[in-house]
């Protein structure tokens, strides 16, 4: 029998049981998860690792609800996920989920301002709330200057700080990013670095993809992905593990 | 905001959206104009039609056919002018009947010019039922002219130009057959398509007692009648033919006694023809639309393919369904009514300026009538568009609704 009952998830904010996503290219079926395991707890910081094509980021659209599993279980603060409608869906990627991009993924026709507003948009926010909040959160990222300025008119460093704005914009629980400095140079991808760490310290849940060695070893727990299923999963790092599994995924 | 958008996805594509524009604005001005056409053409139709009256019917007596009480067929049947009193008093619900008799070939004289033309003796409610409308400062005969046996004649206008030229013949006298006569009233002109012997405008019309005074005809070369409803015009014609019968003694079975003209009926032949030309017309019209509307839903279905990216961006923001769809059906719509509207201008531009071509004496320029835009094409051509117009942008926004994030975000 189904039940939404939290204590089924011990007390994790994300609850992940055997879950399988298989991609179905009509003549080759593809199974990118193949049973993976994975309990995230409140305001936890967990860098997801793994090589190309280990289903890091299939993972990350499942927990962001960008996706379906195939099979499985997952639970988002208790929620069973399977079978939500597809508006429940996007209310769920509106309010608890804040995605942040290797390639920014910000609208190139509207200013950094209007970026950040989307999500307050689609929230039903007021639009008095909407300008309250979006000046606060880019100067938050130290954007206050260039609210009105199109993302063509800034580094990639600006852009992705606006593009974490944008994230935090409906103030969601959990923020998921994927290679978040892949894009950036190493004194860009240290502030957004920065900013993340603050943002953990701040309370939030945090899931990182990424490559990067130092981003990884920030985060107090490492999981590591590789063909489909979670092979290693260290709650303090094991730093000659962790550098192992960079130099493999880095090639 | 609409030049927002235009200008928006145009940047990409702005020839295509002009040409869409341009098609759709093609397809309304042709709806329009066809649509249009076939108002004018009705209503031109029926004004001619009505030249010779309104829901009448015109009775030919002829021979009988068969044989009837012991009397052998082929004998001619003519009914004189006191019968029209006796129909009038036995059949009811007619609005008027009259008589009329035919002199051919008579002749016109005033002062030096003489014409030779058709005189016709009718009862006085013939001008009503024939639609004779005289030209103010004139007058059509009336039951004293009639009773009194008075010589006055009213002329056809075409009749009227031949003998007075731009004189106004009203109170002048004219000889008829060398008997003179005061003309009382010119017919105004008219468009007229129906007739049964020669157009109203050459003929000249004198009471029908007068006529039989000066001619010694007593014999009806025609009934005219019309009902108080045209639904009962078969039923009224025969009691006429009863009333005939038993008087004559035919079998009023006999259909070729009493040759009939009933416009009633022949209206309504008329009428479902008017209606075939105009769904005929509005068929390729609303056919042109929907080429345009097509070019609409591929410039949509271009945009949303070139956008992608950004709903897959917005959906991982969380946007439902509507706020993905909303824009590109307002999208599509826009283009529609853009065009719309242009087409619109055009064609009221271009029936503007067809009413001003005179149309001359051409009969035919006359009989297709002025292109009308009237509020019900207005509201048909406005509906059309807007069906079009959400057509072509619910397709291609269902196609961005099915758009799957995860897929679009996909690191490139």
Redesign the interface.
């Known amino acids: 029998m189904k039940s939404d009952n939290p204590t089924q998830t011990n007390g994790a904010v994300i609850h992940m049981d055997g879950i399988r996503k298989t991609y179905d290219t009509g003549k080759i079926k593809v199974e990118a998860l193949k049973g993976v395991n994975l309990d995230v707890k409140d305001g936890e910081f967990v860098a997801i690792i793994g090589p190309s094509g280990s289903g890091k980021s299939t993972l990350m659209n499942l927990i962001g609800c960008l996706d379906t599993p195939t099979g499985g279980t997952y639970r988002l603060s208790g929620e069973l996920v399977a079978g939500l409608r597809k508006e429940q869906l996007a209310a769920i990627r509106n309010r608890r989920v804040g995605f942040v991009f290797q390639n920014f993924n910000l609208l190139p026709q509207i200013t950094s301002y209007e970026n950040v507003e989307m999500p307050l948009l689609f929230g039903g926010v007021s639009r008095r709330k909407r300008k309250q909040r979006v000046e606060e959160l880019l100067e938050r990222v130290g954007l206050g200057e260039r609210m009105h300025h199109k993302p063509t008119e800034l580094s990639g460093g600006q852009m992705q700080r606006v593009a974490v704005a944008r994230a935090l914009a409906m103030n969601p629980d959990i923020l998921l990013a994927d290679e978040p400095t892949g894009n950036l140079d190493s004194s860009s991808g240290g502030d957004i670095m920065e900013l993340f760490q603050e943002l953990w310290e701040g309370g939030r849940t945090m899931l990182v993809i990424t490559h990067d060695a130092a981003l990884a070893k920030r985060a107090p727990r490492q999981v590591e992905i590789r063909d489909g299923l979670v092979v290693r999963d260290n709650t303090n790092g094991s730093p000659d593990l962790m550098s192992d599994s960079i130099i493999q995924s880095t090639d | 905001m609409i030049l927002q958008l235009f200008m928006?996805a145009s940047r990409v594509q702005k020839k295509r959206a002009i040409l869409t524009i341009a098609a759709i604005a093609w397809g309304t001005l042709a709806l329009l104009l066809l649509l249009a056409f076939g108002e004018g053409l009705g209503i031109s139709l029926q004004n001619a039609w009505a030249g010779m009256g309104t829901d009448i019917a015109v009775i030919w007596p002829g021979e009988t056919t068969k044989p009837w009480k012991g009397m052998p067929a082929g004998r001619p049947i003519r009914p004189r002018i006191a019968d029209i009193q006796t129909i009038r008093l036995r059949v009811q619900g007619l609005t008027g009947v009259s008589g009329e008799i035919t002199s051919w070939r008579t002749t016109l004289t005033h002062g030096d010019k003489t014409v030779t033309g058709r005189v016709k003796g009718v009862s006085t409610v013939w001008g009503q039922l024939r639609n004779q409308i005289p030209v103010s400062g004139g007058r059509f005969l009336n039951p004293l002219d009639d009773a009194q046996r008075r010589r006055v004649i009213f002329l056809g206008n075409t009749v009227a130009e031949n003998i007075f030229g731009s004189d106004d013949p009203v109170g002048k006298t004219l000889l008829v057959d060398q008997v003179p006569y005061t003309v009382i009233g010119v017919m105004i002109e008219k468009m007229q398509f129906g007739a049964y012997s020669g157009m109203d405008a050459d003929h000249a019309v004198i009471p029908i007692r007068t006529f039989h005074a000066q001619y010694g005809r007593d014999r009806l070369g025609n009934i005219v009648l019309k009902t108080e409803n045209p639904v009962h015009m078969r039923a009224k014609l025969a009691e006429v033919a009863a009333v005939l019968s038993s008087k004559y003694g035919f079998d009023p079975a006999d259909e070729r006694v009493l040759g009939t003209w009933d416009t009633v009926e022949t209206g309504k032949i008329r009428n479902n023809i008017l209606l075939g030309i105009k769904i005929f017309l509005s068929v390729i019209g609303v056919l042109t639309l929907t080429v345009g509307g097509i070019g609409v839903a591929n410039i949509m279905y271009a945009v949303v393919k070139e956008r992608t990216?950004?709903i897959?961006?917005?959906?991982?923001?969380?946007?439902?369904?509507q706020?993905i769809t909303g824009p590109i059906v307002l999208e599509g719509l826009t283009y529609t009514l853009l065009g719309g509207v242009l087409g619109l201008v055009m064609a009221t531009a271009l029936i503007l300026l067809m009413s001003l071509l005179p149309t001359g004496d051409s009969m035919a320029l006359q009989a297709l009538g002025k292109p009308t835009l009237s509020p019900s094409i207005a509201a048909t051509a406005a509906g059309v568009l807007g069906i079009i117009g959400l057509l072509a942008g619910y397709f291609p926004a269902r196609r961005a609704a099915s758009v799957?994030?995860?897929e679009t975000?996909?690191?490139?």
């Open positions: 928006r990216r950004e897959g961006v917005k959906m991982a923001l969380g946007a439902r369904s706020w799957d994030p995860a975000l996909r690191y490139e």
